[in-house]
């Protein structure tokens, strides 16, 4: 008996923390590089809460890279990617977009995906219940 309420623990933990990365409304960075606190390298440790958002998919950083100058803007995405790549829009200038899918993502270059957090859950609720079985 006690190894079926130890079974159903760990199928209960496991689906409430895949729903808990599936949030209907994402926040994210909202700045430009015209605030200071939206350039590189990103602050992000600190409290900015006037710089965030909700957004409907993920966040996006896009930085611009002229001749001399990087221009940074992040915000919120049109779609769900966990992607970066590079892409040159128009002579002269480099273009590098990351996507990301988790809240406040969009500070640096690596996006952190939803999949990762579920895994973890998944294997710290495996461990816990082997300690117990």
């Known amino acids: ?5 130890l079974h159903a623990a ?3 933990l496991t689906l409430v923390s895949s729903e808990l990365t599936k949030v209907s409304a ?3 960075y909202d700045c430009s590089d015209s605030n200071p606190h939206c350039r590189d390298p990103f602050p ?3 409290d900015y809460s006037v710089l965030t958002r ?3 998919h993920g966040c996006i950083k896009q930085t611009r890279h002229e001749k001399t100058t990087q221009h940074i803007e992040r915000g919120c ?3 769900d990617r966990d992607q970066c790549f590079w892409d040159e829009p128009k ?3 480099n273009l590098h977009v990351c996507y990301c899918t988790t809240t406040l993502c ?7 995906s939803r999949s990762t957090y579920s895994l973890v859950w998944t294997a710290a609720s495996i461990l816990i219940a082997g300690f117990y079985i």
């Open 77 to 79: 995405a049109d779609e």
């Open 91 to 93: 002579s002269g200038e």
């Open 54 to 56: 909700d957004c409907a």
């Open 10 to 12: 760990l199928i209960f």
């Open 1 to 5: 008996m006690r190894s079926l309420n």
């Open 106 to 112: 969009n500070t640096g270059t690596r996006p952190r």
């Open 26 to 28: 994402i926040r994210c």
């Open 44 to 46: 992000h440790k600190k």
